[in-house]
């Protein structure tokens, strides 16, 4: 059954350019993985392995990203598994990995180790020969600051050495990265990015509800997000198209919005 209804965002069918959402699987059953395909499998873009789980669970990778892949959405192994590769100058192995597992998308990151910017842009050109690539920019560790025009700095790099889209790091808590420690939204960073780099290009990572709903008001429904929940997915598509209370008048047009709730008609009851 399919309901139409005026005044909503366009979402336009996979493979989409902008609007992903990137879900991020921690470490799920085949069964979790089937049941998570059927009910929420055509708003997933990306999946993430997350960290290292894809070495946790070798028994259960191949067919999980088997299943991923006939529903048509992208995996990839998180940038930390990358870093423990690279950090053990295991380059070459993650390649082969990458290989056996018939991966086509890689995501690179610095987040957890100290590497070099320009071996970090190395590693980009390489592996762009093979796989889409995503580079994640951020630290990891709480109480590490980047200053924004290196933020910037690094993300233009990035993209002109090859990647498909850059991560703006915020772990998978939201604490850390573009956002403050209590979870709320660092603007005057996010702002400095969005004015130099075009939104389509970056994915925001944002776990909780409330950094879903502020970034849909920002930049609107054809925001990349990443690091989303399983069972978050269809809220966050629900959010996006103005199905929820968050953003239930974000989309309509000026003459519907005057019916706000007014609190002021409570009073007197």
């Known amino acids: 059954m399919e309901i139409k209804l005026p005044y909503m965002p366009d979402r336009p069918e996979k493979p989409r350019k902008n609007g992903i959402t990137m879900m991020m699987d921690k470490g799920l059953s085949i069964r979790e993985v089937e049941n998570f395909i059927e009910t929420a499998g055509k708003y997933a873009d990306i999946v993430k392995l997350g960290f290292g789980t894809a070495i946790v669970t070798t028994d259960l990778i191949e067919t999980k990203i088997r299943l991923y892949q006939e529903a048509k959405i992208k995996v990839y192994l998180g940038g930390t598994l990358f870093e423990v590769f690279a950090i053990r100058g295991m380059f070459d192995e993650y390649l082969k990995l990458l290989e056996k597992l018939k991966l086509d998308t890689a995501e690179i990151s610095d987040g957890s180790m100290y590497m070099p910017h320009e071996q970090k842009l190395d590693y980009i050109r390489k592996l762009s020969r093979y796989v889409t690539v995503l580079s994640e920019v951020g630290s990891k560790q709480k109480g590490?600051?980047?200053?924004?025009?290196?933020?910037?700095?690094m993300m233009k790099t990035e993209l002109a050495e090859g990647s498909w889209k850059v991560i703006a790091e915020a772990r998978e808590s939201g604490t850390v990265g573009i956002y403050h420690?209590?979870?709320?939204a660092n603007e005057e960073l996010i702002s400095h990015i969005t004015g130099q780099i075009d939104s389509e290009k970056?994915?925001?990572e944002a776990p909780t509800g409330k950094q879903q709903v502020w970034f849909i008001k920002l930049?609107?429904?054809?925001?990349?997000?990443?690091?989303?929940?399983?069972?978050?997915?269809?809220?966050?598509?629900?959010?996006?198209l103005g199905l929820r209370g968050d953003t239930f008048f974000d989309f309509l047009p000026d003459e519907l919005k005057n019916y706000r709730p007014d609190s002021d008609k409570y009073k007197a009851l």
């Open 219 to 240: 930049l609107g429904a054809a925001v990349n997000l990443g690091n989303i929940a399983p069972v978050d997915i269809i809220p966050l598509e629900c959010l996006r």
């Open 144 to 153: 590490v600051e980047i200053p924004d025009e290196i933020w910037i700095a």
């Open 181 to 184: 420690k209590d979870g709320s």
């Open 202 to 204: 970056i994915l925001w």
